[in-house]
């Protein structure tokens, strides 16, 4: 077997191990690790067998693979730390949480000290559980640019997406998709001629697999791996062709180890254990859009005509009826209030509401944008959570509006923004460039971006940079990424005086 399919063979097992919640069925998963610990033993790999053992031996312990582990440790002698991305360099003992030698992040273990990949669940060594990456708070002061991968970018693109420590960006127009370092741009891998892409593509990571569709095509991959080529793409629109196509967007929604896709008049439901697609078809009008939102554990759909469904047991069924006549947007669930939160367009307005799952009780408040078209951005995709609510950019001001739940109604607040360097001003905000990184909202003004603290807005400022921003920017760590006109670039803010 090839190196790179026992990687496969521990990244599938990782995730029956991160989403199986009965535990005796588990004992499935020691026997394939203790298998795995076998087939690297035979291929002389003394490190990574003893560590599938002592993993198999957690969940399930043998006298038998106890004496095993035991003569394969004493071959092994001392474990060095070595780089968990296999290119030869050894941590000393303080190490810092990146490889010297090729510029890859990793993780120590809280249990062992062995360092990680960014991206692995189980350590490498022990086999203890790795705990989910901290979430830091971030400040945004003095910020440079730190690294800038060149290339032309001529369509507006969907922003890339962060899987361990690797940028994966989308590139339309030369049909490939590119994987790069975080920490310094270089290029890990690229999928070129990427099957049958010739539009808007939208990027989902369910662990271990990156999903990617679009109106012609659903496929996945497993990003973790060293090295991807073409035949490591799994297509799964193949598996569908009775039912249309899913749709660019809205976003496709993760429920446990389903995947859930927009198509047509229906769902797709993509088993990530099985491979196997389901589609589920609803009774709505032919021109109606669906939107699936994962509320819990459960699977809503909303439809732009204003009507509410509901996903389980195999079948679609007719849930709700919003009232009054419009055009509904995709909506977004925000667990800390417990509300579905979505606008909506009615008689040259524009509406913010929100929807109680569990009562049904549905809040509306209007907005004061004074010119509003169905077409407008805002309208087309899920509102930004923020802060147990929500928050909206107007449609012809700098200003935002925070709306959130006071218990029996909604409340809108509006904060005006005044952003301003030397002849530099923002003037107005677009939607499709703008992101929230709590406390900071960031978005982009011609020829650069600006970024605010919507708690104090005095905290604010203006950067500039050559080439004009192609997507919303995302921040991870102490980076914001984007792609650009020219390329993708990369600006770090630094935190002064050890703050977080
Ligand atoms: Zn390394
Ligand atoms: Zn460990």
Not at 218 to 241: A, F, Q, S
Not at 292 to 313: C, D, H, N, Q, T
Request: some cysteine; hydrophobic content about 35%; glycine content about 8%.
């Amino acid at each position: 077997m090839p190196r790179k399919n026992f990687d496969k063979e521990r990244y599938l097992i990782d995730m029956h191990l991160a989403m199986e919640k009965n535990r005796e069925k588990l004992q499935v998963q020691a026997k394939r690790l203790a298998m795995l610990a076998l087939c690297y033993q035979e291929e002389k790999n003394f490190k990574d067998a003893v560590s599938e053992m002592k993993r198999s031996l957690l969940l399930n312990q043998t006298i038998k693979n106890e004496t095993v582990l035991q003569g394969w440790e004493k071959q092994l002698g001392q474990q060095e730390k070595t780089c968990p991305y296999g290119c030869g360099y050894r941590f000393p003992d303080n190490a810092l949480h990146l490889c010297q030698k090729c510029s890859r992040m990793v993780r120590l273990c809280p249990g062992c000290d062995y360092p990680n990949k960014q991206y692995d669940c189980y350590c490498r060594w022990c086999g203890g559980k790795m705990p989910a990456p901290e979430k830091r708070k971030i400040k945004i002061q003095n910020i440079v640019q730190d690294w800038f991968y060149p290339l032309p970018i001529k369509h507006l693109s969907t922003p890339p997406v962060i899987v361990g420590d690797l940028v994966i960006a989308p590139l339309m127009q030369e049909g490939s998709l590119l994987a790069l370092k975080a920490l310094n741009g270089e290029r890990v891998w690229q999928l070129e001629d990427f099957p049958g892409w010739t539009e808007h593509l939208e990027l989902i990571h369910c662990y271990p697999y990156l999903y990617f569709y679009s109106s012609k095509q659903v496929g996945r991959l497993m990003p973790g791996l060293e090295n991807l080529c073409p035949k490591d793409i799994e297509n799964i629109h193949g598996e569908i062709k009775q039912s249309p196509l899913p749709v660019s967007f809205p976003k496709a929604a993760q429920k446990e180890r389903h995947v859930v896709f927009p198509v047509n008049k229906g769902l797709l439901y993509h088993d990530m254990w099985r491979k196997k697609g389901t589609f589920l078809e609803t009774n709505t009008k032919k021109n109606d859009i669906l939107f699936p939102v994962a509320v819990g554990e459960e699977i809503f759909i909303f439809s732009r005509a204003g009507r509410i469904y509901k996903a389980g047991s195999g079948k679609i069924t007719h849930y709700s009826m919003l009232p009054g006549t419009g055009k509904w947007s995709p909506p977004v669930y925000v667990p800390g209030s417990g509300l579905v939160y979505f606008e909506r367009y009615t008689r040259r307005k524009r509406y913010i509401n929100a929807w109680s799952p569990q009562t049904g009780a549905l809040f509306s408040k209007p907005l004061d944008d004074l010119i509003c078209d169905p077409d407008d951005s805002h309208f087309h995709y899920p509102p930004n959570p923020y802060k147990s609510g929500v928050l909206l950019v107007s449609g012809h001001e700098p200003l935002l509006y925070h709306v959130r739940s006071t218990g029996n109604d909604i409340q809108v607040k509006e904060i005006p923004l005044s952003i301003t360097d030397g002849n530099r001003r923002v003037l107005n905000i677009e939607y499709l460039f703008s992101m929230v990184h709590e406390p900071y909202f960031i978005s982009k003004i011609p020829g650069g971006f600006f970024y605010v603290n919507i708690e104090n807005t005095k905290e604010n400022g203006i950067e500039v940079q050559e080439g004009e921003m192609m997507c919303k920017p995302i921040v991870f760590e102490n980076r914001l990424i984007f792609i650009c006109k020219d390329g993708i670039r990369c600006f770090t803010f630094e935190e002064r005086g050890g703050e977080k």
